[in-house]
């Protein structure tokens, strides 16, 4: 079966260097599915996570942010942070999620960063669910 070569980097260094048979990600603009020889492109990343198949199964990556760029034999992933399941601190991210869930509930008591919390929030949930997906 035909591959693409996917590369997922942050500023810290490369998480995941692979030949895959396919990359699923989630754009801002939506649901992304990347065959081996897709059309060039560009996309802004959402908190999600990234799913790739390699020898029909399937691996996680949970990205925080970032861009996608395609060219037809290479995707490379520009992410401000990411995690392979396998690399996921469990406990430390349950620990994140509680910590922004409560700033969450004490943003109607107090004018805090709403934003911000959310965020966390976010990418507690989604390293959390790519950690369930480990080997």
């Given at each position: 079966?035909?591959?693409?070569?996917?590369?997922?980097?942050?500023?810290?260094?490369?998480?995941?260097?692979?030949?895959?048979?396919?990359?699923?990600?989630?754009?801002?603009?939506?649901?992304?599915?990347?065959?081996?020889?897709?059309?060039?492109m560009v996309a802004p990343l959402e908190i999600a996570a990234l799913r790739l198949k390699v020898e029909g199964k399937t691996e996680f990556?949970?990205?925080?942010?970032?861009?996608?760029?395609?060219?037809?034999?290479?995707?490379?992933?520009?992410?401000?942070?990411?995690?392979?399941?396998?690399?996921?601190?469990?406990?430390?991210?349950?620990?994140?999620?509680?910590?922004?869930?409560?700033?969450?509930?004490?943003?109607?008591?107090?004018?805090?960063?709403?934003?911000?919390?959310?965020?966390?929030?976010?990418?507690?949930?989604?390293?959390?669910?790519?950690?369930?997906?480990?080997?």
């Open positions: 079966m035909k591959t693409i070569k996917v590369n997922v980097v942050t500023p810290d260094g490369p998480v995941y260097d692979r030949d895959v048979e396919m990359v699923s990600s989630k754009a801002q603009t939506g649901e992304l599915g990347i065959l081996p020889g897709h059309i060039p990556v949970a990205v925080n942010g970032g861009f996608l760029e395609v060219r037809p034999e290479q995707v490379t992933i520009l992410a401000q942070t990411a995690e392979k399941a396998e690399d996921i601190d469990v406990e430390r991210a349950l620990r994140a999620k509680e910590r922004a869930e409560q700033r969450l509930r004490e943003h109607k008591q107090e004018d805090l960063d709403f934003r911000r919390a959310e965020l966390a929030l976010k990418r507690a949930i989604n390293r959390i669910t790519v950690a369930q997906h480990k080997a």
